[in-house]
C-alpha cells in the first residue's frame, strides 16, 4: 500500500494493491483508514466487489476489512456476520468459475 495518506483508499484498491512486508500490519493499516470513513460508503464498495470474482486473497483481505469495520467503524455483531457470510459465498461463486 502507498504510504500517502492523501491517496484515497477503497474496497477494490485494498484488493489491487500490492502490500508491503509485514503483510498484516500494512493490510490492517488500510482497512482501519476504510473504516475511518463513513460507514455506508465502505458497505456500498463491499457491496459491488462483492458483486463480482473473489480469489482467496481477496476473501481474506476483506475479512480483515470486515474485522475493522466491527472495531473501528461500529459495524454490529450481525452485520459483521452477514458480511462474512456473502464474503466465503462470494469466494465459493468465484472457485466454481
Known sequence: MPQSTTSRITVRSLLEQRLRTPRVPTLES???????????????????????P??????????????ALYHHAGASLQLTEELRALIRAAEARTSKE
Open 30 to 52: 488500510a482497512c482501519a483508514a476504510l473504516a475511518a470513513r463513513p460507514l455506508d460508503d465502505t458497505l456500498d464498495e463491499l457491496d459491488e466487489v462483492l458483486s463480482g
Open 54 to 67: 473473489v480469489s482467496g486473497e481477496a476473501g481474506w483481505r476483506l475479512q480483515v476489512l470486515v474485522s
